[in-house]
Nanobody, 123 residues
Framework: QLVQSGGGLVQPGGSLSLSCRVQGDDLIHYAVGWFRQAPGKEREAVSCSKSRGAGATYVDSVKGRFTVSRDLATNTVYLQMTRLDAEDTATYFC??????????????????WGQGTQVTVSS
């Protein structure tokens, strides 16, 4: 089970952090993806981080602005978002997949999903 927290309303140029905690198992075994979905649009990938902390991948639109990190002690993955703009407004989801040393940006590949959290960027 994945439990998300964070999000909210932020002004353009601001920052927010989202968290995704794995319950019932150890995070180290899982690749974790972050996805977002804006109203009327398809769910799109934001990033994914490999199991065992072996690195992360970001889509071009968030490179240099978003950073994924892991806290194995608390089984939590964080998505730190900076320089936010209106295009980042969406519901953000984390997802987990038990797979060694890789990750995927394809939503259908993931087995477990968080409940979603809203991020709104507006002045």
């Amino acid at each position: 089970q994945l439990v998300q927290s964070g999000g909210g309303l932020v002004q353009p140029g601001g920052s927010l952090s989202l968290s995704c905690r794995v319950q019932g198992d150890d995070l180290i075994h899982y690749a974790v993806g972050w996805f977002r979905q804006a109203p009327g649009k398809e769910r799109e990938a934001v990033s994914c981080s490999k199991s065992r902390g072996a690195g992360a991948t970001y889509v071009d639109s968030v490179k240099g602005r978003f950073t994924v990190s892991r806290d194995l002690a608390t089984n939590t993955v964080y998505l730190q978002m900076t320089r936010l703009d209106a295009e980042d407004t969406a519901t953000y989801f984390c997802a987990a997949l038990m797979v060694p040393a890789t990750c995927t940006l394809v939503p259908a590949d993931y087995d477990y999903w968080g409940q979603g959290t809203q991020v709104t960027v507006s002045s």
